[in-house]
C-alpha cells in the first residue's frame, strides 16, 4: 500500500494507491475516502493549513502511518496507552473533553476492542487541543485540525469541489502509539446541551444523554453514560457489543 500526498493549486489531497485487502478497502471508503481509477482520495482546500511547514508535517506522518493506520482500525487497537497521552495532556491545559463511543465503553470495563479513539472537546477549548496536539505531539498529526474558519464556511452538503468537510464543526486526526485518535467539537456535543434543562433536540429522544465523569488512572475522564451508549449499540444492532454490555450489566447489578 502506497499513502501519500501532493498539491494542486486549490487543493491538498491525501492518496492511497495499490490496497490489496478487499477489507481495507472497506475501511478505507468507510473513512470518506473517494474511490477514482483504482486511488483513495481526500482532499482539503488550501486554507485548512496554516502554513507550508504543516502541509510538509502531515504529508510526512501520512507517508509513514496511513497503513498502519487503516489496519488498526480493522484490527482494533490497544487503547490505554494513547488515551493516557491525551489524557495527560488535555487535564493539565484545562481542555474539557468527553470520550465518545466504544474506546469509553472499554474504560468503563465493557468487554470490547474499540477501533480508534473518538475524543469531543468543547468548542471554547478545540482550538488550545489543537495547539496542544500540535506542540505535544506532531508525529502524530495525520490530517489537518480544521475548523469552519479554515475552510471558508464550506457546508457539508454545499461541496461543489468534493472537499472532505466533516458534518462537526471541528475535527482533526491523529495516529497516537497505535491509535486512530480523531478529535472534534461542536456545540451539539458541549456538556451543557446534553443536560436535560438544555438538551438539544438531536439528544431529545434519549433519557440518559449526558456524560458521567469518572476516574481512570488518576485522571477525571467524561464517559456518554451507561446507558445511552447501550440505545445506541441496539440502534445499530451490534449484537457481539449488545451482548458484550448485557454481561457487564449484569455484573454490576
Not at 176 to 185: F, K, P, R, S, T
Request: proline letters at 3%.
Amino acid at each position: 500500500m502506497k499513502c501519500y500526498c501532493y498539491e494542486t493549486d486549490s487543493a491538498f489531497t491525501f492518496c492511497v494507491e495499490d490496497v490489496e485487502n478487499a477489507l481495507l478497502e472497506d475501511v478505507i471508503m468507510h473513512m470518506a475516502w473517494k474511490k477514482a481509477d483504482g486511488k483513495f482520495l481526500m482532499s482539503f482546500p488550501q486554507n485548512a493549513f496554516s502554513n507550508q511547514r504543516e502541509k510538509e508535517l502531515v504529508s510526512g506522518n501520512f507517508n509513514r502511518f496511513g497503513q498502519a493506520m487503516f489496519e488498526s482500525l480493522l484490527a482494533g487497537i490497544d487503547w490505554k496507552t494513547p488515551l493516557e497521552m491525551v489524557a495527560q495532556k488535555f487535564n493539565e491545559n484545562g481542555i474539557e473533553w468527553y470520550i465518545v463511543g466504544s474506546a469509553g465503553d472499554a474504560v468503563r470495563g465493557i468487554d470490547i476492542k474499540p477501533f480508534d479513539i473518538d475524543i469531543v472537546v468543547h468548542t471554547r477549548d478545540y482550538h488550545k487541543a489543537k495547539e496542544v496536539c500540535y506542540l505535544n505531539y506532531p508525529d502524530s498529526i495525520i490530517s489537518p485540525f480544521t475548523g469552519s474558519d479554515d475552510i471558508s464556511q464550506l457546508k457539508y452538503n454545499d461541496n461543489p469541489m468534493g472537499y472532505f468537510i466533516n458534518p462537526l464543526k471541528y475535527f482533526g486526526r491523529m495516529f497516537l502509539a497505535g491509535a486512530m485518535i480523531e478529535v472534534a467539537a461542536d456545540e451539539i456535543w458541549d456538556s451543557e446541551s446534553r443536560k436535560p434543562e438544555h438538551k438539544k433536540s438531536v439528544w431529545a429522544r434519549y433519557e440518559h444523554s449526558g456524560y458521567e465523569e469518572i476516574m481512570w488512572r488518576g485522571y477525571v475522564i467524561h464517559l456518554e453514560s451507561l446507558q445511552h451508549r447501550h440505545q445506541i449499540e441496539i440502534a445499530r444492532k451490534r449484537d457481539d457489543r449488545i451482548k458484550a454490555f448485557e454481561k457487564y450489566i449484569a455484573r454490576e447489578e
